[in-house]
């Protein structure tokens, strides 16, 4: 096994086979439909210690994402195996790491119909050690709100992600590190996190539609505010609304679980990582150990 460090695995029409090899010389084709029309979607995934985390979950969000926009990709269930043997390669066996999965419609001419007959989709899977949010997590994070201008699809992890990028952006200079999309005064989602709040001991978060990403953290924390007991609505939270109540954080793949102190300029609650969000940082803490634990034992 070749030993050089920082490899991708690439299947498409210059690598009919699939193939590991290193990112500086690995080639896509300008005339893929990912690069003129964003035309493919995405998909995150973690590790921990070299365990894929809710792997079949985040593969199940996959899968969706593929058949919303019509893509058939043949070679899908290779996706675990590949995953493990870039991380063969890249030295992360042990580590904390995340693999970025995307699939594009494949290599054609530019037109917006597809083509026929359908050409062999693109896959690109790489993988990278994780850089944990520490001071984030500890210490909670600003926000601003933003217009939500994307499409009406954000259920699907399209690569279509500039409404995201401009977001992003316009937090980072407002002094702030995430920004939550408004839709109709409703406030639906982060740039790449799922949104929770607490009223009176009680945990809010956005109902699975269209609208919202349905993220797989937010499974988790679902599942752990039922271990925990903890009383939890599905429901709409307004732009006011935010700033009513007691707690508010984020979840997504790579940040855990990140509590929110300010929105806007204004604090929310006393200004500091709430109580509930506390336990739910914890319990995540353990529910991942117990994860890694039965993974070392199976």
Known sequence: MNQESDFCYIRSVDYPDGAILPKRVARISPDDRGFYFADGVYEVIRTYQGRL????????????????????????????????????YNNLTNADAFFYIQVTRGVSPRNLLFPSPAPTPTLYISVMPITPPIAERKDGIKVITV???RWHRCDIKAIGLLPSVLARQ?????????????????????????L?????????????????????????????????????????????ELYQQDELFVTSTTWEVVPIVEVNTKP?????PGPITRKLQEEFGKYVREIVEQSNSA
Do not use: M, W
Request: proline content about 4%; overall charge neutral; glycine content about 8%.
């Open 196 to 240: 929770f709040g607490v009223k009176q001991g009680t945990v809010i978060t956005h109902p699975l539609n269209n609208h919202i990403l349905p993220g797989v953290t937010r499974i988790v924390l679902l599942k752990l505010c039922a271990r925990l007991q903890l009383p939890l609505r599905e429901t709409t939270l307004t732009e006011s």
């Open 53 to 88: 985390f809710h792997f079949h979950d985040h593969l199940t969000r996959f899968k969706n994402s593929l058949q919303a926009v019509r893509i058939n990709l043949p070679d899908i269930d290779r996706i675990e195996q590949i995953c493990y043997e870039l991380l063969r």
């Open 147 to 149: 217009p939500d201008i």
């Open 170 to 194: 316009a937090a980072a200079e407002a002094g702030a590190q995430e920004a939550l999309f408004v839709r109709d005064g409703i406030v639906t989602e982060g740039t790449h996190t799922n």
């Open 268 to 272: 929310i609650g006393s200004g500091k």
